[in-house]
């Protein structure tokens, strides 16, 4: 209808977000536009201001609003060890753990030649040329322990390691806290093959 | 982190959305930052348009732009009919049947006495008023088979017919293409009370 015709776009903008099919972004805007005008006006202006300020970190690739991100800038940061992640959630679940003290790069992605995603577009000359500094000793390898994270992590320890460069990876095992007889028989396979 | 200050803020902002925590918020945001910039800057400008356009028809209370929506001021709607439902969506579902030719009034809501919402909520007395006008016949209550539409159609339908209106309430029965075997025994039951 012509008389909602701001109402459709914004339903149509709505179904941009991932995961958001029209049911959802007519509940979206229904809602917003009934009961939460200011969350509307506060979505459109955080919006605006993420994408005139958000960039990537010039040294790891992660979003940051300077030149370069926190984490990287960091003195107190071991920058001997660098850890590759795919995105910033991940980062930040590795931060969670305080267990690692290094610096990170992110890819921003993860490579998946059936989506067009290659080399290029996860930053590989970038990373090789973090690693290559001189300062970087050891290279952790944290991608997710899916299909194309493990693709993406095989690629990538190639790359490094035909320069010379010290390449892990996370191990892979049992999950903290549970029980043999409901753990996945590939996880355990790899448990045993990777026993210490 | 100070230097990701407005990607938080955007986080935050889209965990308004009805259905999205925190993870999702930060799953569109990442997308949204890396992978779609022009569908943030679309979407921003799309929630501002319809915050400031975007208004209730003075007739039947749905979204519109203009003083009175399109259905009300479509001259071959029959106006002795007067279909009441919760939502534009309801509203849109009725629609798509074509099986009716009357006039609507959404309540853009239901009464849920737990949540506050009240008679003045869902614009009861407006109801009433447009009911009463001398041209409508019937009033037909077309909320949902919920607890809380059901509640909210037995509340109308007492109000209305105090005033000596003619209210109906759509068929109770058991759904077009269905198997009984599969179909739930409350269903069953108010199909068999309600045969013809």
Known sequence: MSDTHSLDTLVQALRRLPGVGVR????????????????????????????SQVRHCALCHTFTEGEVC?????????????????????????ERTGAFKGRYFVLMGKLSPLDGVGPRDIGMHKLIERASDGTV????????????????????????????????????????????????????????????
Do not use: W
């Not at 007519?26 to 536009?33: E, N, S, T, V, Y």
């Not at 940061?77 to 679940?93: F, G, I, N, W, Y």
């Not at 390898?141 to 460069?165: C, D, M, P, S, Y």
């Open 137 to 196: 000793q050891e290279v952790i390898l944290a991608t997710n322990f899916t299909a194309e994270g493990e693709t993406t992590a095989h690629v990538i320890a190639q790359a490094l390691k035909n320069r010379g460069l010290t390449v892990t990876r996370l191990a892979r095992g049992v999950p903290a806290g549970s029980e043999l007889e409901y753990v996945d028989l590939g996880t355990i396979a790899h448990a045993l093959v990777d026993r210490r």
């Open 70 to 94: 926190a984490t990287c800038q960091d003195p107190r940061r071991d920058a001997s060890k660098l850890a590759v992640v795919e995105t910033p959630a991940d980062q930040a679940a590795l």
């Open 24 to 51: 959802s972004a007519q509940r979206m805007a229904f809602h917003l536009l009934q009961h939460d005008r200011e969350g509307a006006q506060l979505l459109a202006r955080s919006l605006q201001d993420a994408v």
